[in-house]
């Protein structure tokens, strides 16, 4: 991914946007096609002597073509002819963010089916949600895990779906209007970069693209926050129902030797918050003077390449974690078994009023004994025997048979087959 970003990759682009203009203009019989034959093979650029001469000129594009004109000899004189700097510019950025966005797209689809095989190996390994943080109903670590794989499905679309909006190029000169370029060459040169040529621009490329490219990268980012988040908040000690490889070496303190600690969800969420702000960098820069204006081009240099790196860095080491996660279903079991079967509390409620009770005197009912749940050592079930509304109603055979845990998880293959998760 930095690659894609380096300077020579961008200069490699700026070459190639001006050989194929003045190949498009040979064609079109405004270049002489000697000179953009010759163009084509002497054409080339020094990293170095590049920046030397833009310490003289305080100008990138005007340092890259005099670079290029040393190379090539008089037949550059065609060279940039027509178009202005923010052609090559904005082109190149559509070109770095699709190549960028097709790598994000890759770690996306290698991160979902890392998820897909651990949401099967944990299918039916039952432990319990929370809501508030506390313990709601049974849920089990598969269903979890096939909702992280659901999410960054959406994440998937999301991307792919931006993908056609964010390849858009253009080589329409100083306030969009081809004043000085034929616009069969803005058609050729994108459709040889794999773009498609803007239907019309200012100067610049109108910066809601790239807004809207910088927001999905910040959902993606989201996304990843919230499964590490998810993560550290069950690796907590006195939950540990799952934990983050720790490898033989490795320490999680400097003052304490016992410590294993989350670092990379953290480090997930933290980097996260890198992500949003660059998304609201950008669009801040969705407003612009007139035809243009240059307030957005130091932005773009900082958020373009740094968010796409650390998305792309973000689902690999997601992907890691997930992968190599420690789980620890007996713990999970005692997890389930603190707080007495009062997770069975919605089962009872239903079969009550299902019973012909009014559902204030059923829900008051089960209410009081789970109140008792909670302030004694006793079980919900027990409980509930002794509640004369319930007992007048249920056998304490029936509701030891209706606090089963099969009744919360008699649809999880069907949930699986709806994502895909199974044949």
């Known amino acids: 991914m930095a690659a894609i970003w380096a300077d020579q990759r961008k200069y490699e682009i700026w070459l190639e946007i001006e050989t194929l203009a003045c190949e498009a203009q040979a ?58 700097s923010s052609d090559v510019l ?28 651990r949401a099967r190996e944990f299918k039916m390994t039952p432990m319990i949600g929370r809501s508030h943080g506390i313990h709601a109903e049974p849920v089990t670590f598969g269903l979890k895990l096939a909702l992280m794989y659901d999410e960054f499905g959406r994440a998937l679309a999301r991307l792919e779906d931006a993908q056609p909006r964010i390849r858009v190029g253009k080589l329409s000169g100083a306030v969009g209007t081809h004043a000085h370029l034929d616009p069969r060459v803005e058609e050729q040169v994108c459709a040889k970069l794999g773009l498609k040529a803007a239907a019309l621009s200012t100067q610049v490329i109108q910066r809601d693209r790239h807004a809207e490219f910088q927001t999905v990268l910040a959902i993606i980012a989201s996304s990843i926050d919230r499964w590490a988040t998810e ?48 998304a609201m960098a950008a669009l801040e820069n969705v407003a612009l003077w007139h035809e243009r204006d240059i307030s957005h081009s130091s932005v773009e240099r900082i ?6 790196i650390l998305v792309d860095y973000m689902l690999v080491s997601l992907k890691k974690l997930t992968d190599r996660l420690l789980v620890y279903p007996e713990n999970m079991e005692r997890n389930l ?56 109603v249920l056998s304490r ?17 069907d949930t699986f087959r709806k994502l895909g998760l199974e044949p």
């Not at 033989?248 to 997930?268: D, V, W």
């Not at 958020?303 to 796409?308: F, G, K, L, R, T």
């Open 303 to 308: 958020i373009m390449p740094d968010s796409c």
């Open 27 to 84: 064609e079109i019989g405004v270049v002489p096609k000697a000179d953009a034959e010759e163009i084509r093979a002497k054409a080339k650029f020094d990293l170095a002597e590049i920046m030397e001469i833009e310490k003289r000129t305080n100008h990138d594009v005007i340092a890259f073509l005099e670079n290029v004109a040393s190379y090539v000899g008089p037949a550059c004189r065609w060279m940039h002819q027509g178009m202005t």
């Open 90 to 117: 904005d082109t190149t950025l559509a070109v770095q963010m699709a190549e960028a966005s097709d790598m994000i797209l890759q770690d996306l689809r290698d991160l979902r089916e890392v998820v897909a095989r």
């Open 231 to 278: 993560f550290r908040q069950l690796q907590r000690t006195e939950v540990l129902e799952v934990e983050e490889y720790f490898s033989a070496g490795q320490k999680g303190s400097s003052a304490m030797p016992h410590k294993r600690n989350p670092i990379t969800g953290e480090k997930l969420s933290g980097l996260a918050r890198v992500v949003r702000g660059n």
């Open 397 to 413: 055979g029936e509701i030891d048979r209706l606090c089963s845990l099969d009744i919360h998880f008699a649809h999880v293959d």
């Open 337 to 392: 078994r603190i707080t007495k079967g009062l997770y069975f509390s919605q089962t009872i409620l239903l079969q009550l009023t299902a019973r012909g009770l009014e559902r204030k005197a059923a829900y008051e009912a089960v209410q009081r004994a789970a109140m008792k749940t909670w302030q004694g050592d006793i079980s919900l079930q027990e409980n509930l025997a002794a509640e004369p509304e319930v007992a007048a």
